[in-house]
């Protein structure tokens, strides 16, 4: 099924495959935006902290975009130490537009103790008609409760960390979006390739892509949209954006979720048991200096 735009809680429409522009640097912002956008992205996420947000500027300015045509999401990030307000006027200064699509918390420890505090600025820049939608990324159910016990809008959307080696312990945080009506925004969906290749993911993700006649990449996209998520990805490459476009007509049974979560889950507790052992090793070290310490004082 082609990509379709999912309907927010507070009434708009949001893109469900979006260009993101971490790690992109500036010289080469601009023209990968527009390249993007040429391949047929109309959605753009970037953050302040990226430090790219004039350079994405320019591309809009460049494509000649009507402001309906694109939805635009940057992050207050803290940058400088910086508050919502403040960097919400700074973000759309450098965009060049005049108001936000979509305006997030990048994380809730930029909150500083105080997540109802900084989420009643997120309301005020709401009000003034500065953002259309506000929302939040990298909050825990924790997080979101007590957002949601003194919020009098609700955030639309949770962008987070999703994919298969992530799924067993994201499950009840995607199960509290569906209940509270948030969507979900997945970053890094691709991270099996990226960064942990050669794990349990790997074999059943290049069976399903053959059996698909997809990519490997194509497949991670579909598995977190089947998740329900709005992906977030990138490449600078044109076959590469192509193909993440083209992995919304990518139907995956549920016997291939079912068996990237079986994989995931078991990658994800290699990864404990490893963290386990890596904290169980500097507790062993730790004790072992104190006592070499107290020896040596003749304690
Ligand atoms: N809110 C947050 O804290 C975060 C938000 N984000 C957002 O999400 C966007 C995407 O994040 P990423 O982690 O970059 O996402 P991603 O998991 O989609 O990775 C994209 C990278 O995967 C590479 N790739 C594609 N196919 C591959 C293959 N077969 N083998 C190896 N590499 C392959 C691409 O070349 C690209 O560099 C960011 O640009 C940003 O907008 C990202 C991280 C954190
Ligand atoms: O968005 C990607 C990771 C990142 C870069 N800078 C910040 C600041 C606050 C939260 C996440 C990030």
Same mark, same amino acid.
């Given at each position: 099924?082609?990509?379709?735009?999912?309907?927010?809680?507070?009434?708009?429409?949001?893109?469900?495959?979006?260009?993101?522009?971490?790690?992109?640097?500036?010289?080469?912002?601009?023209?990968?935006?527009?390249?993007?956008?040429?391949?047929?992205?109309?959605?753009?996420?970037?953050?302040?902290?990226?430090?790219?947000?004039?350079?994405?500027?320019?591309?809009?300015?460049?494509?000649?975009?009507?402001?309906?045509?694109?939805?635009?999401?940057?992050?207050?990030?803290?940058?400088?130490?910086?508050?919502?307000?403040?960097?919400?006027?700074?973000?759309?200064?450098?965009?060049?537009?005049?108001?936000?699509?979509?305006?997030?918390?990048?994380?809730?420890?930029?909150?500083?103790?105080?997540?109802?505090?900084?989420?009643?600025?997120?309301?005020?820049?709401?009000?003034?008609?500065?953002?259309?939608?506000?929302?939040?990324?990298?909050?825990? #159910?924790?997080?979101? %409760?007590? =957002?949601? +016990?003194?919020? /009098?809008? !609700?955030?639309? $959307?949770?962008?987070?960390?999703?994919?298969?080696?992530?799924?067993?312990?994201?499950?009840?945080?995607?199960?509290?979006?569906?209940?509270?009506?948030?969507?979900?925004?997945?970053?890094?969906?691709?991270?099996?390739?990226?960064?942990?290749?050669?794990?349990?993911?790997?074999?059943?993700?290049?069976?399903?892509?053959?059996?698909?006649? #997809?990519?490997?990449? %194509?497949? =991670?996209? +579909?598995?977190? /949209?089947? !998740?329900?998520? $709005?992906?977030?990805?990138?490449?600078?490459?044109?076959?590469?954006?192509?193909?993440?476009?083209?992995?919304?007509?990518?139907?995956?049974?549920?016997?291939?979720?079912?068996?990237?979560?079986?994989?995931?889950?078991?990658?994800?507790?290699?990864?404990?048991?490893?963290?386990?052992?890596?904290?169980?090793?500097?507790?062993?070290?730790?004790?072992?200096?104190?006592?070499?310490?107290?020896?040596?004082?003749?304690?």
């Amino acid at each position: 099924m082609p990509f379709k735009p999912v309907q927010l809680n507070d009434g708009r429409y949001l893109p469900t495959i979006g260009f993101g522009t971490w790690k992109i640097p500036k010289e080469n912002c601009a023209s990968q935006v527009d390249q993007a956008v040429d391949v047929g992205f109309d959605h753009i996420d970037t953050a302040q902290a990226y430090r790219n947000e004039e350079e994405v500027g320019q591309a809009i300015k460049e494509q000649g975009l009507a402001r309906k045509d694109f939805w635009l999401t940057t992050k207050w990030s803290g940058v400088d130490g910086k508050q919502p307000k403040q960097s919400c006027e700074e973000s759309l200064e450098k965009l060049g537009v005049e108001y936000l699509d979509l305006y997030l918390i990048h994380s809730p420890r930029l909150c500083q103790g105080d997540i109802p505090g900084s989420w009643k600025q997120m309301e005020d820049l709401y009000r003034e008609g500065k953002v259309k939608s506000i929302g939040v990324s990298n909050f825990s #159910v924790e997080d979101l %409760q007590t =957002l949601l +016990a003194s919020c /009098s809008i !609700k955030p639309v $959307v949770n962008q987070i960390l999703l994919h298969p080696y992530v799924i067993g312990r994201t499950e009840p945080l995607l199960e509290f979006h569906a209940a509270q009506h948030i969507v979900t925004e997945a970053y890094s969906a691709l991270f099996p390739l990226t960064s942990q290749p050669g794990g349990p993911v790997d074999k059943p993700l290049n069976k399903i892509a053959e059996k698909h006649g #997809v990519k490997p990449e %194509q497949v =991670l996209i +579909a598995w977190a /949209s089947a !998740k329900k998520a $709005v992906v977030l990805t990138t490449s600078r490459t044109k076959e590469r954006l192509e193909g993440y476009l083209a992995a919304g007509d990518i139907t995956l049974s549920e016997d291939d979720i079912a068996e990237l979560d079986k994989a995931g889950k078991k990658g994800e507790q290699k990864q404990v048991m490893v963290k386990k052992a890596r904290t169980v090793g500097r507790v062993v070290l730790a004790g072992a200096a104190v006592y070499a310490a107290l020896r040596l004082l003749g304690l």
